[in-house]
């Protein structure tokens, strides 16, 4: 069965700086794979997804994350962390052909600092 | 673009009583929504998928008879927690994929907190 693992349940940056949220997958097919965002008290928004194609893909908010098939890795990175990007960070992978359920990872906690 | 609205967004209950959530596409047809729960701090675990017409298909570890799911129309899919208890309390969150040919990608309500007193 697919799952992903998310490395770091809180992860803090300064303003300005690089956002690097990791999320690796397990799966023995090709998979779909998601970040989702989730601000408080909120229902989840997707930020990108992975299909086939491009191995780097662009999403809202500046966020993008890049595919590595080698390394069963999708981490999702910006290049300069604003105050508005505080929220929950969740990767989620479902395999083509496999029930269409999305499988989610623990959640990643980004605190944005002045 | 396409919104998936729950109501209420916060329910606070006496044990014993049962509650009811409402999920609804609001401006395309959903045949399958999904129901999650969050429970704090964690990730979103899924309970089951409402089927428009049909019965939904749970989860294992989920009990059919206290999360009554209904999918009465291709627009409406609604969560009864029946007899609730305090540990019944937790976020629980809908969703629908916009396309028929679903590959993923799920617009998510607002969630609905629920607090069993």
């Known amino acids: 069965a697919q799952s992903v693992t998310q490395l770091g349940s809180h992860v803090s940056v300064s303003e300005g700086a690089l956002v690097l949220l990791r999320c690796n997958y397990s799966s023995s097919v090709p998979p779909y794979l998601f970040w989702y965002v989730q601000y408080p008290n909120q229902g989840l928004q997707l930020l990108l997804k992975y299909t086939t194609g491009a191995t780097l893909v662009k999403g809202i908010n500046g966020f993008e994350a890049e595919f590595k098939k080698s390394e069963t890795s999708f981490h999702l990175t910006k290049p300069s962390a604003h105050m508005s990007d505080a929220a929950e960070y969740f990767c989620a992978v479902i395999i083509t052909g496999g029930g269409n359920k999305l499988t989610f990872g623990t959640g990643t906690q980004l605190k944005v600092e002045l | 673009g396409a919104v998936v609205s729950q109501h209420p967004s916060r329910v606070i209950c006496k044990s014993g009583t049962s509650v009811k959530i409402e999920c609804r596409s609001l401006?395309?047809?959903?045949?399958?929504m999904f129901w999650y729960r969050q429970f704090p701090k964690q990730s979103l675990m899924l309970m089951a998928t409402s089927n428009e017409g049909s019965k939904a298909t749970y989860e294992q570890g989920v009990e059919k008879d206290k999360f009554l799911i209904n999918h009465a129309s291709l627009t409406l899919s609604t969560l009864t927690v029946t007899s609730a208890h305090p540990e019944d309390s937790s976020f629980y969150i809908c969703s629908a994929p916009l396309l028929a040919g679903y590959t993923g990608e799920l617009f998510f309500g607002e969630g609905s907190r629920l607090t069993v007193l």
């Open positions: 401006d395309f047809q959903a045949t399958t």
